[in-house]
Nanobody, 115 residues
């Protein structure tokens, strides 16, 4: 089993920044992809970005140019630096990790962008 614990969410004004963290523990051997999804009220859960163990990254359009995903493989932590936040970024953000055919999820952290 793998446990994922997110932190760093909160309330921020438009144009502000937040840094989300997700720490993985447990049977993390072979953990490859780590990343972030988000889900706004009444909407589907959408991929935000992911990073492989080798450092390859991918961003969906809403995150390009504003968000940066990074990873500390030694500590099994993935980060999401979010800049120039907009009200449309308001959502619950979920960390995930892929090990073989299995996907593990965190409990989610709320990000609210509002003035």
């Amino acid at each position: 089993q793998v446990q994922l614990v997110e932190s760093g969410g909160g309330l921020v004004q438009p144009g502000g920044s937040l840094r989300l963290s997700c720490a993985a523990s447990g049977s993390v051997l072979g953990m490859n992809v780590m990343g972030w999804y988000r889900q706004a009220p009444g909407k589907e859960r959408d991929l935000v970005a992911f990073i492989t163990s080798g450092g390859t990254t991918m961003y969906r359009d809403p995150a390009k140019g504003r968000f940066t995903i990074s990873r500390d493989n030694a500590k099994n932590i993935v980060y999401l630096q979010m800049n120039s936040l907009k009200p449309d970024d308001t959502a619950s953000y979920y960390c995930y990790a892929n090990i073989g055919a299995l996907i593990y999820w965190g409990q989610g952290t709320q990000v609210t962008v509002s003035s």
